[in-house]
């Protein structure tokens, strides 16, 4: 079993700054790709952006390139996300999720996921 405990959310003024974090404890994620999703309340859950095992690879939604950086520290079992430009749309609760082996963009294959941390942007 994996668990995964998310922070780093807040209120900050667009064009702002925040870093999210997403501590691992249970299983090393040596063998996990890992993602950041966020959900709004009465929408689906959607991909921002993910790593594969190693950190090589990364992949980002269209809306979050060139503003967001997804990355991570094996040996601290830790995920982050570092976010900058923020804008009111970003306003959501963020979720770190993780999954063997390879990423997906699509929350469903995502096995284990953490509870939570919300992220609000003021215009």
């Known amino acids: 079993q994996v668990q995964l405990v998310e922070s780093g959310g807040g209120l900050v003024q667009a064009g702002g700054s925040l870093r999210l974090s997403c501590a691992a404890s249970?299983?090393?994620?040596?063998?996990?790709?890992m993602a950041w999703f966020h959900q709004v309340p009465g929408k689906e859950r959607e991909f921002v952006a993910a790593?594969?095992?190693?950190?090589?690879?990364?992949w980002y939604a269209d809306p979050v390139k060139g503003r967001f950086t997804i990355s991570r520290d094996n040996a601290k079992n830790i995920l982050y996300l570092q976010m900058n430009g923020l804008k009111p749309g970003d306003t959501a609760v963020y979720y770190c999720?993780?999954?063997?082996?390879?990423?997906?963009?699509?929350?469903?294959?995502?096995?284990?996921w953490g509870q939570g941390t919300q992220v609000t942007i003021s215009s």
């Open positions: 790593i594969n095992w190693s950190g090589s690879g990364s």
């Open positions: 999720a993780a999954r063997l082996f390879s990423y997906s963009p699509w929350h469903t294959d995502y096995d284990y």
């Open positions: 249970g299983r090393l994620l040596n063998n996990y790709a």
